[in-house]
């Protein structure tokens, strides 16, 4: 069992900067990938921060950077110049291998963003 919890969230104004984290834990060998992923209301979810490739969304490329620390299985998002349209719930999402060679792919139960005035 692999569980993925998120910080971070909360409600900025506009232009302003948060710094998400996704922690995972249980009986992890590697997570081999860590993605951000964010649904705003009425909207699919999609995916922001690809960790593998450090591949971005268009709408948030030049101002939000994921970043790892392996040794903690930890992913961050760092946001910055913030728009009212990044507002929305943000997921982490985790795939890899456990100790017992399973396959996992887990997700978090979200952190709210809003950027608002």
């Known amino acids: 069992q692999v569980q993925l919890v998120e910080s971070g969230g909360g409600l900025v104004q506009p232009g302003g900067s948060l710094r998400l984290s996704c922690a995972a834990s249980g009986n992890i060998m590697r997570a081999y990938v860590m993605d951000w992923y964010r649904q705003a209301p009425g909207k699919q979810r999609e995916l922001v921060a690809g960790?593998?490739?450090?591949n971005y969304a268009d709408s948030v490329k030049g101002r939000f950077t994921s970043s790892r620390d392996n040794a903690k299985n930890t992913v961050y998002l760092q946001m910055n110049s913030l728009k009212p349209e990044d507002t929305a719930v943000y997921y982490c999402n985790a795939r890899g291998m456990t100790m017992d060679l399973r396959s996992f792919d887990s997700w978090g139960q979200g952190t709210q963003v809003t950027v608002s005035s």
């Open positions: 960790s593998g490739n450090s």
